[in-house]
């Protein structure tokens, strides 16, 4: 029957895609509940102290901001860059007559047809875009923050530490997505040569995401004792 030639990609690739956002939803819970249990809830927790610290002495370290601005800049147009390069790469792919060998065994490597792989490069082609459009904002948020952290600061003005620490927030948050979700693009690449290899790739970034995302033990128990240090 006609479905038999799609039953694997049908399974193993939102499958894979399944596994890995529901690891994203749980470190979105354990980063609200438990933050300096994650990298992200502990560099979010330092970045709020970040913006007050250099508006102390903008003067004397306004060079140290324009130098860490411009690195968060550097690397959102890098990224930027290469999914809007692959993203040209796959739509010229797609609009031109390309065709995938055919692989010996449906069974084993999915479908081939003519839909099946027009649907792996368009399923690319959009996860790449939403990369692009992501560090696109975080660009923008940052190159807001480099202006607006110079202005002075009075009791009339309307640009406080708190505003400026939002931005900042937004741009970095914006640019993790962003990384995150050219992540999840990569092991689609292995899509072209069938559904198994996905499935495994995603499957192996796993422990690479969670030994990335999570601290130790004991670096967590110093990060709660210096927080409650700072309350008491």
Same mark, same amino acid.
């Given at each position: 029957?006609?479905?038999?030639?799609?039953?694997?990609?049908?399974?193993?690739?939102?499958?894979?895609?399944?596994?890995?956002?529901?690891?994203?939803?749980?470190?979105?819970?354990?980063?609200?509940?438990?933050?300096?249990?994650?990298? $992200? !809830? /502990?560099?979010?927790?330092?970045?709020?102290?970040?913006?007050?610290?250099?508006? =102390?002495?903008?003067?004397?370290?306004? $060079?140290?901001?324009?130098?860490?601005?411009?690195?968060? /800049?550097? !690397?959102?147009?890098?990224?930027?860059?290469?999914?809007?390069?692959?993203?040209?790469?796959?739509? +010229?792919?797609?609009?031109? #007559?390309?065709? @995938?060998?055919?692989?010996?065994?449906?069974?084993?490597?999915?479908?081939?047809?003519?839909?099946? @792989? &027009?649907? =792996?490069?368009?399923?690319?082609?959009?996860? %790449?875009?939403? &990369?692009?459009?992501?560090?696109?904002?975080?660009?923008? %948020?940052?190159?807001?923050? &480099? $202006?607006?952290?110079?202005?002075?600061?009075?009791?009339?003005?309307?640009? #406080?530490?708190?505003?400026?620490?939002?931005?900042?927030? =937004?741009?970095?948050?914006?640019?993790?997505? !962003?990384?995150? /979700? %050219?992540? &999840?693009?990569?092991?689609?690449?292995?899509? /072209?040569? !069938?559904?198994?290899?996905?499935?495994?790739?995603?499957?192996?970034?796993?422990?690479?995401?969670?030994?990335?995302?999570?601290?130790?033990?004991?670096?967590? +128990?110093?990060? @709660?004792?210096?927080? =409650?240090?700072? %309350?008491?």
């Amino acid at each position: 029957m006609e479905w038999r030639k799609y039953y694997l990609d049908m399974m193993l690739v939102p499958l894979g895609y399944l596994v890995t956002v529901a690891y994203h939803v749980w470190l979105w819970h354990k980063t609200r509940t438990e933050p300096f249990s994650t990298t $992200i !809830g /502990i560099n979010a927790h330092a970045r709020r102290f970040w913006v007050p610290t250099m508006l =102390k002495d903008i003067e004397k370290k306004n $060079i140290l901001v324009a130098q860490s601005l411009r690195n968060l /800049i550097m !690397g959102s147009t890098l990224m930027a860059t290469t999914s809007i390069l692959l993203s040209a790469g796959l739509a +010229a792919v797609i609009s031109s #007559t390309y065709s @995938v060998k055919k692989p010996l065994d449906d069974v084993i490597y999915g479908a081939h047809n003519e839909f099946m @792989v &027009s649907l =792996k490069y368009v399923t690319l082609l959009t996860i %790449f875009l939403f &990369s692009f459009f992501c560090h696109s904002l975080s660009i923008r %948020f940052l190159n807001q923050l &480099s $202006i607006l952290i110079c202005t002075p600061q009075d009791a009339m003005s309307l640009v #406080t530490p708190e505003y400026l620490t939002e931005i900042l927030e =937004k741009g970095t948050v914006l640019n993790t997505v !962003g990384n995150r /979700i %050219f992540y &999840s693009a990569l092991p689609l690449l292995l899509w /072209i040569f !069938g559904p198994v290899l996905v499935f495994l790739c995603f499957i192996a970034m796993l422990p690479v995401l969670y030994n990335l995302d999570f601290v130790r033990g004991s670096v967590k +128990a110093k990060m @709660v004792l210096n927080d =409650k240090s700072d %309350f008491a």
